[in-house]
């Protein structure tokens, strides 16, 4: 279960799933959170994370950075992925389910190419959490 003192854990259990969904390249997470409001036994979560990626020689390839914004709406966990590189990149809501939104107005829109990529990643990411419903 996650604690307050885990947030090396978390970091590293974020970037294991950029890696995977999003190989060949490597991630490292930092916590960019404007405040420590994090975890499950204290019913409060509100991260922002940054996700750097390189390649396999250790080029950094900033086109592929994320953000990974994690936080609770109500009872449930919340999760919305964006591309720090590409601003106007639809950007992904997922809760229950996926919902793609247009980075401006916020209104939905059909999902992208290759949109099951970070779908795959927020579900990696939200099975890290144990939260009671």
Do not use: Q
């Amino acid at each position: 279960m996650l604690t307050k003192d885990s947030n090396d854990y978390l970091l590293a259990e974020v970037a294991k799933a950029c890696n995977f969904c999003f190989k060949p390249w490597i991630y490292s997470v930092i916590d960019n959170s404007a405040a420590e409001n994090f975890f499950h036994e204290a019913k409060i979560i509100d991260l922002t994370l940054i996700s750097k990626c390189r390649s396999s020689d250790g080029k950094r390839l900033p086109e592929n950075d994320l953000e990974i914004e994690i936080y609770r709406s109500g009872l449930d966990l919340s999760i919305t992925l964006s591309w720090i590189y590409f601003p106007n990149k639809p950007i992904l809501w997922h809760g229950k389910h996926s919902l793609w939104m247009d980075s401006t107005s916020g209104s939905r829109v059909n999902t992208p190419n290759e949109a099951y990529k970070l779908e795959a990643l927020a579900r990696r990411i939200r099975s890290i959490f144990f939260l009671d419903e």
